[in-house]
């Protein structure tokens, strides 16, 4: 059972906290993280990408010139493929590029992102995260009294309204709730900052 220094916000070490095997301490599949993050990345896609087919361009009705006799190549119309300004071959049409990963698959990819982070030693875990207003150098302060002068990815049990709005103008440093992290997210961002109940909730959903 991995065990984890617990910081307050000022920076310094008020106690430590061990972490369940079964989600900060399970075998790395990094198929499975590969898996989850493609499945994210894909879903994300907005897939509005088109072209114009011969039958979508405008024009091209008539028969150029006659099919036989001129001595020229037979065409049909000044739309088709080869032909400037003509339609696209098999070009993209927009279309929908999501689709399920398995259940089992998406907690596997996760509780190993995780246990990534504990074994890189790139998880800060606080007793708590409470700001009294929504200042965005309270928060670049909190971060530079941790050490983080990396991306981050600072997770909450729930929303806090005055650590989101403090943080969400940070380059490279995104909040999240328990219930919104992602395998993506965790691994896209060198430092995982969560809250002891924070740790207490994934541990409950994934242990």
């Known amino acids: 059972m991995p065990k984890v220094d617990v910081y ?12 369940n095997d079964n ?11 590969h898996s989850a993050v493609v499945n994210i990345l894909a879903n994300a896609r907005q897939g509005t990408q088109s072209t114009k087919t011969r039958s979508d361009v405008s024009g091209g009705g008539k028969k150029p010139w006659r099919q036989k006799g001129t001595g020229r190549a037979r065409q049909g119309s000044i739309r088709s493929a080869q032909w ?3 339609g696209v071959v098999l070009g993209p049409k927009p279309r929908s590029y999501r689709y399920t990963l398995p259940k089992k698959v998406k907690r596997l990819a996760l509780k190993s992102a995780l246990s990534t982070k504990v074994l890189e030693n790139n998880i800060i875990v606080l007793d708590e995260l409470n700001l009294e207003a929504v200042k965005t150098k309270e928060m670049v302060n909190v971060l530079n009294k941790l050490n983080v002068d990396s991306s981050a990815l600072i997770v909450l049990p729930e929303v806090n309204k005055n650590v989101v709005l403090s943080a969400r103008n940070i380059q ?4 999240a709730t328990t219930n919104e992290i992602n395998t993506y997210d965790v691994l896209r961002f060198k430092k995982f900052i969560v809250t002891k109940d924070a740790v207490a909730k994934i541990e409950e959903v994934y242990a």
């Open 8 to 19: 307050n916000i000022q920076g310094q070490k008020v106690g430590d906290i061990d972490l």
């Open 23 to 33: 989600v900060f301490a399970v075998e790395i599949n990094q198929v499975a993280m």
């Open 84 to 86: 400037v300004g003509g």
């Open 172 to 175: 490279k440093v995104k909040t």
